[in-house]
């Protein structure tokens, strides 16, 4: 059974920057398409950005495009989120999740937290000044 470790995030002033980890356990974290999702206190859990497993193919929400970069390291099973020019906005738990048969599309992002079984433990984003 894969498993998902997240780490990253904390505190940090708007315009800052941070980078979120999400490691596999096992060396087939590599045929998963992997995500990231995100919960603001009081709302639902939307999708921020996903990655193919080949790592060819991503996709991102339109708030974050342009501020948001997703990557992966296979040799490492580590899939990162590079969040740049953060605002308060962006202030939420973050969370990753993978799927071996769903491929990183625009429903994956919308539709995802409705079927995706694997999840990260959850990394919490805070935006202020």
């Known amino acids: 059974q894969l498993h998902l470790v997240q780490s990253g995030g904390g505190l940090v002033q708007p315009g800052g920057s941070l980078r979120l980890s999400c490691t596999a356990s096992?060396?087939?974290?590599?045929?998963?398409?992997i995500g990231w999702f995100r919960q603001a206190p009081g709302r639902e859990r939307e999708g921020v950005s996903c990655?193919?497993?080949?790592?060819?193919?991503?996709f991102y929400v339109d708030s974050v495009k342009g501020r948001f970069t997703i990557s992966r390291d296979n040799a490492k099973n580590t899939i990162y989120l590079q969040m740049d020019s953060l605002e308060p906005d962006d202030t939420a738990v973050y969370y990753c999740?993978?799927?071996?048969?769903?491929?990183?599309?625009?429903?994956?992002?919308?539709?995802?937290?409705?079927?995706?079984?694997?999840w990260g433990q959850g990394t919490p984003v805070t935006v202020s000044s």
């Open positions: 999740a993978a799927d071996s048969e769903v491929h990183c599309a625009p429903g994956f992002l919308k539709y995802g937290v409705r079927y995706l079984k694997l």
């Open positions: 096992e060396f087939a974290g590599d045929d998963y398409t």
């Open positions: 990655i193919e497993d080949s790592g060819s193919i991503t």
